[in-house]
């Protein structure tokens, strides 16, 4: 079946540090792929996502780019924010069905 | 912004009490799930509906049950909780079909059983 191995943190960050979070699927088809951010207390939100190669996912500063090739979908931000704490899972879904990563925990200090 | 709600947000009930936690969305979607979240924050699928009267178990066992009478209500039961099913439960409805699957996903319960 498919399966998604993201970056395992926690990843702690100074404020504007550069952000890279590793995700690499495996699955028989081709999903799209998606990440999805959750703040303390929180459902998860949909940050940004891909639905096929060389696709790239942006908002709020954070890209990803579906790289069919390795496939990975790296989320990546220059300059990260306090703001930005939270928990990012990485996943993919196809035909309803969705598999997620097991979630990464960013800290970031100002 | 998703129109799934969850109720309770926070729950704390005794030992061998039945609870149903809330789940309902506005957005006419059949596809429904119920994830359990440790507390190493990986999410377990333990039930899905692909629309009404239709439900399965997902991948981790649970004790929990849930119905699918209408669209927009998806309710999970215990009938008697225990400490071990203290938890953060995430309900999740599916749009699209193809490479438009996408999550929209409720605020979350957390329920610690004492």
């Known amino acids: 079946g498919d399966s998604v191995t993201q970056m395992e943190g926690p990843v702690t960050l100074s404020e504007e540090a550069f952000l890279t979070i590793n995700c690499t699927y495996t699955?028989?088809?081709?999903?799209?792929l998606f990440w999805y951010v959750q703040y303390p207390g929180e459902g998860l939100q949909l940050l940004l996502k891909?639905?096929?190669?060389?696709d790239k996912g942006s908002n709020k500063g954070f890209e990803a780019t579906y790289r069919k090739e390795t496939t990975s979908f790296h989320l990546e931000k220059g300059s990260v924010q306090v703001s930005d704490s939270a928990v990012y899972f990485c996943?993919?879904?196809?035909?309803?069905?969705?598999?997620f990563g097991k979630g990464t925990l960013l800290t970031v200090n100002p | 912004e998703a129109d799934i709600y969850q109720t309770p947000r926070y729950l704390v009930i005794g030992t061998g009490k039945k609870i149903t936690l809330e789940c309902s969305q506005t957005?006419?979607?059949?596809?429904m799930y119920w994830y359990q979240q440790d507390p190493g924050m990986e999410l377990h699928l333990i039930h899905y509906s692909y629309g009404v009267n239709s439900t399965e178990k997902g991948d981790l066992s649970s004790e929990s049950t849930v119905s699918r009478i209408r669209t927009e209500h998806f309710p999970l039961t215990l009938e008697s909780a225990r400490p071990s099913h203290t938890s953060q439960y995430l309900c999740?409805?599916?749009?699209?079909?193809?490479?438009?699957?996408?999550?929209?996903f409720g605020q979350g319960t957390r329920l610690t059983v004492v």
């Open positions: 999740a409805s599916i749009t699209g079909g193809g490479v438009g699957t996408e999550a929209f």
């Open positions: 891909a639905t096929k190669a060389d």
């Open positions: 957005m006419g979607h059949d596809k």
């Open positions: 699955a028989t088809g081709y999903p799209s």
């Open positions: 996943g993919g879904g196809s035909n309803y069905k969705l598999t």
